[in-house]
Structure formats: C-alpha cells, structure tokens
C-alpha cells in the first residue's frame, strides 16, 4: 500500500469521509470534524504507523490533509 493510502485510511479512522473521496485541500477541524483530541491521537497514530516523531510546534500550522502529507516523508 502506498504510504499516500495507508495516510488517508488512519484519517477515515477518525471522520466520516471515505479515503476515495479526501482531498488534499480538506480541513481536519471543519471538513472533516477532528476535535483537538482525535487530532492528537491522529498524529500519534501517524507517528507509529511511519516510525517518525513528528514536530510539536511544526504540527501547530497543519490544518488539510496536505499540510499533513507535506511532513510524512513519502519515500520513507
């Protein structure tokens, strides 16, 4: 599985939108319908699934699903 497709599948863990249907211009507050908390599980559950540690301070200016695949390195 691409690392694009295993990154949406742990976002539809957490909302209602189908993977076929994420864009990457999708809000995870108001698109999606994260609340604080399950966007910090998110970003625990990303950091297990790629083996990364993910920027506290970086993960303050993530807001769409883009902002979030910019700082996963895909080729890892």
């Known amino acids: 599985m691409d690392k694009s497709r295993e ?3 742990i976002v539809a863990q ?3 939108v189908k993977v076929e249907d ?5 809000r995870f507050r108001e ?3 994260f609340s604080s908390l399950d966007f910090m599980s998110f ?3 990303l950091e297990d699934a790629f083996d990364l540690e993910l920027d506290p ?3 303050k200016n993530v807001l769409t699903i883009g ?3 910019g ?3 895909m080729a890892a």
């Open 43 to 45: 970003l625990g559950e």
């Open 31 to 33: 698109d999606l319908g």
């Open 71 to 73: 700082v996963i390195p």
């Open 7 to 9: 990154f949406k599948n």
């Open 57 to 59: 301070e970086e993960m």
């Open 22 to 26: 994420m864009t990457d211009d999708m």
């Open 14 to 16: 957490y909302c209602e």
């Open 67 to 69: 902002d979030a695949l």
